[in-house]
């Protein structure tokens, strides 16, 4: 069966993490369309028949706007995009255009002959939701990225340029970019998670520390990024930023809010530290420790060190 | 004057979940909740009716049936959400809608938003606590045919236009658009406030309006997709060291991590 799918991601750099998708969806002889802003990676396009390509950044209505009009003329089954912020929004435009459904961050999907099972994490990370639907059904997908295998189908893609750009009322007036950790705790070992319990900023040297004496690095709930400003938003921890998959994962002073816990729920060993002895946190810990972080911290460091000299 | 609209989703109450013994959700059983991010739309409505007057209005559905179970719950939340400071709220109730896709919502929010007449903004919270699929202010957007700016943390306005400072994953970004838009609003755009007990007192006489998906002339077909919801089996040894000696807890912890693995000796 033919069905043509039409991948999206304002972002060329990871546009790739819906291919895999896009070439189970698309049957035997369907084409696969790519969109995106203005890349020179083979990798990228050599995975599509056709690539469109803006040479400036579009505003998520305007991509909303040339993706309206490109899939009505290329008879588009599925739209697929990395799930980003933008992209979520421009492919959920566009879905409302035609009354597609969509999935949001679909962590799994299985092949069941006449239907497709999609699975997405709900209830901040503590459930899973298993959709079925028909596979004649026009819909649209966004898929977590680091999820899926990237792979290379080799295409001799032909490649055009977006020269018509639909008008927008929306003006940008510039981007403050936030200071980076230069962490990379989606792919540390061990990670300390820094939550509420610190009273101050300096204070967090006592995890930094710990973190240390075990070689990781550390991380941070939602307010401690995005509230206080403590740590740069790429060491948050939780549904809307870093999901993390450590061997090691240390909660303290964290209580435990669906948000963050949805980011460490696949963590090897989970380690909470909190003085409170009723904290969420405790469920979804192998070890805990109720105790004041300011009083633990420096002697479970201490003895980290002298076991690690041992 | 700036009329708002806000977006308010009727969640699951993520603190008192009805699981059955296959781990199944059993949403009809389980009591609602206003979704967290939604109670910083309100307040962020709030504010903005402070400074610059207008009417706020709450418009919602009711999106986990069956409606006989869950409207006096629907109503007791609705009621908080007028006790904060909204002016009017309206919300849809269908069996159609029980356990729908925000393809429905938002079809059946337009309706409604149509009925009620114009607005200059829409404020919704950047996601719902319970299902997370970010999706309904860019589809009420796309049906109003109107522009929209997700997880926004600071609004100004000045004259007709909206100027807003939206958290993005790498950055702030600050945009200008006119209104009418929809926008959404992050956890940290404001502190929600409490009421008082005169508003709580006051919030009995606001008009509190129900609507069928017939009232709205409108026919949803809303089972193009099943959902079925499951706990993620949480399988940790919960062991929690209390009271006693520090040092003696450290040392039972490290000796832990390195049986596990985790650390090494």
């Given at each position: 069966m033919k069905r043509n799918i039409l991948v999206f991601s304002e972002d060329p750099r990871v546009i790739n993490e819906a291919v895999y998708i896009a070439n189970i969806l698309k049957g035997n002889e369907g084409k696969i369309f790519g969109v995106s802003k203005l890349t020179e990676d083979n990798d990228v396009l050599s995975n599509f028949d056709e690539i469109h390509f803006a040479k400036e950044n579009l505003i998520p209505e305007q991509w909303a706007k040339f993706l309206i009009k490109f899939y009505k003329e290329n008879e588009i089954q599925y739209l697929v995009s990395p799930h980003t912020v933008n992209n979520n929004d421009i492919i959920a435009y566009v879905s409302a255009k035609y009354n597609l459904p969509m999935i949001s961050n679909a962590t799994s999907i299985k092949d069941n002959d006449a239907t497709l099972i999609f699975s997405r994490q709900v209830l901040g990370g503590r459930g899973i939701s298993y959709i079925e639907v028909e596979k004649s059904l026009k819909l649209s997908v966004t898929v977590p990225i680091k999820v899926y295998p990237r792979i290379k189908l080799d295409k001799q893609s032909l490649i055009k340029e977006i020269t018509e750009i639909e008008k927008t009322k929306i003006t940008s007036k510039g981007f403050e970019e936030i200071k980076k950790s230069g962490f990379n705790i989606e792919n540390a070992d061990v990670v300390v998670g820094i939550g509420r319990g610190f009273k101050s900023k300096e204070d967090i040297k006592l995890a930094q520390d710990l973190a240390e004496v075990l070689n990781g690095v550390i991380g941070c709930s939602r307010p401690i990024a995005a509230d206080y400003g403590w740590l740069p938003n790429d060491l948050w921890i939780g549904i809307s930023s870093k999901i993390i998959r450590p061997k090691l994962y240390i909660a303290v002073g964290i209580s435990g809010a669906p948000q963050h816990v949805s980011g460490i729920m696949d963590s090897k060993i989970i380690v909470a530290i909190n003085?409170?002895?009723?904290?969420?946190?405790f469920k979804y810990a192998d070890y805990g420790v109720v105790a004041d972080l300011y009083q633990f911290l420096p002697i479970f460091t201490r003895k980290i060190k002298e076991n690690l000299k041992k | 004057m700036v009329n708002i609209a806000t977006l308010v989703k009727l969640s699951l109450n993520l603190n008192l979940l009805k699981i059955?013994?296959?781990?199944?959700?059993?949403t009809a059983d389980t009591q609602l909740a206003i979704s967290e991010y939604d109670k910083n739309a309100i307040e962020e409505a709030i504010r903005i009716k402070e400074k610059h007057g207008g009417k706020i209005v709450c418009v919602s559905a009711l999106?986990?049936?069956?409606v006989n179970k869950k409207i006096s719950d629907a109503e007791r939340i609705l009621r908080e959400v007028l006790a904060l400071g909204v002016d009017e709220a309206h919300f849809i109730i269908d069996d159609v809608l029980d356990n729908c896709t925000p393809l429905e919502t938002s079809l059946a929010l337009a309706s409604l938003i149509r009925k009620l007449g114009n607005f200059d903004l829409f404020i919704a919270g950047e996601s719902s606590m319970d299902i997370s699929n970010s999706q309904i202010p860019a589809r009420i957007a796309s049906i109003l045919d109107i522009p929209f700016v997700t997880y926004v943390r600071k609004v100004e306005i000045s004259g007709n236009n909206l100027i807003l400072q939206r958290e993005m994953p790498n950055g702030i970004e600050t945009v200008e658009v006119p209104m009418p838009a929809v926008i959404s609003v992050t956890g940290e755009i404001n502190q929600p406030r409490l009421p008082t007990l005169r508003q709580i007192l006051q919030s009995k006489n606001k008009p509190l309006m129900k609507y069928t998906l017939k009232d709205l002339g409108i026919n949803l077909n809303a089972k193009l997709m099943k959902q079925r919801i499951e706990i993620r089996p949480v399988?940790?040894?919960?062991?929690i060291y209390e009271g006693g000696n520090l040092e003696e807890i450290a040392q039972k912890l490290v000796d832990n991590l390195i049986q596990e693995g985790v650390i090494k000796a």
């Open positions: 003085k409170d002895k009723n904290a969420t946190i | 059955e013994s296959d781990g199944r959700v059993n999106t986990w049936g069956p399988v940790r040894k919960n062991i």
